[in-house]
């Protein structure tokens, strides 16, 4: 099964040097990973891509890829997240993402679609930049991670924030897309 998207080709990732299947949506994320790499400032090694995420809402279960997860000084500090479309939509998840991809809070989270950027303040969700002009560089995003306190996220608020995701990027999506993955119902409630 090959999914809903157009596969174009090959082509090889910026950051890990993999060969993936070359998409529109996958052109979108090699750009912005090129953008971190050649005008943010950012060396490979602080670029995650497509970094699992399992979210849980009751007995569901599922599986999402975070676009990137950037790290400084051996924190993350900023979580992007790629999807086609309206970005306000893809805010709330977003966050919920920033507050489950570690133990603490992660101070920045950005939503795209290839074209526009938002991005926002991971504990209060408010848009602090738009553009990819406003993308934190390296140093800047560095300042924010000395700058903040990390602070970790409640077991219940991570269990509200699981359901979040579930419901934004799991639940309702087309059962083609080979980018989520539906696991087997848990026993818990």
């Known amino acids: 099964m090959t999914g ?7 082509l090889t990732d910026a950051v890990t040097g993999e060969v993936l299947a070359d998409s529109h949506d996958e ?13 943010k400032g950012y060396v490979k090694a602080e670029i995650t891509p497509r970094v699992p995420l399992t979210a849980i809402a009751g007995k569901r279960r599922g599986k999402i890829r975070v676009a990137f997860a950037v790290s400084v000084d051996g924190r993350i500090g900023m979580i992007i997240q790629y999807g086609p479309g309206s970005l306000v939509t893809r805010h709330r998840p977003a966050l919920a993402m920033s507050r489950l991809l570690a133990d603490y809070q992660i101070p920045v989270a950005v939503v795209t679609n290839g074209e526009d950027v938002d991005v926002l303040d991971g504990f209060s ?4 930049g738009r553009g990819f002009d406003a993308l934190p560089a390296r140093e800047a995003l560095g300042k924010i991670v000395a700058g903040s306190a990390f602070t970790p996220i409640s077991p219940r608020r991570a269990d509200l924030e699981s359901r979040i995701v579930y419901c934004y990027e799991i639940d309702g999506s087309c059962p083609c897309d080979t980018d989520i993955c539906r696991l087997d119902e848990t026993d818990e409630d």
């Open 4 to 10: 809903h998207h157009l596969i174009l080709g090959e």
């Open 125 to 128: 969700g408010n848009i602090v």
């Open 27 to 39: 052109r979108y994320r090699q750009k912005v990973a090129r953008i971190l790499l050649s005008e």
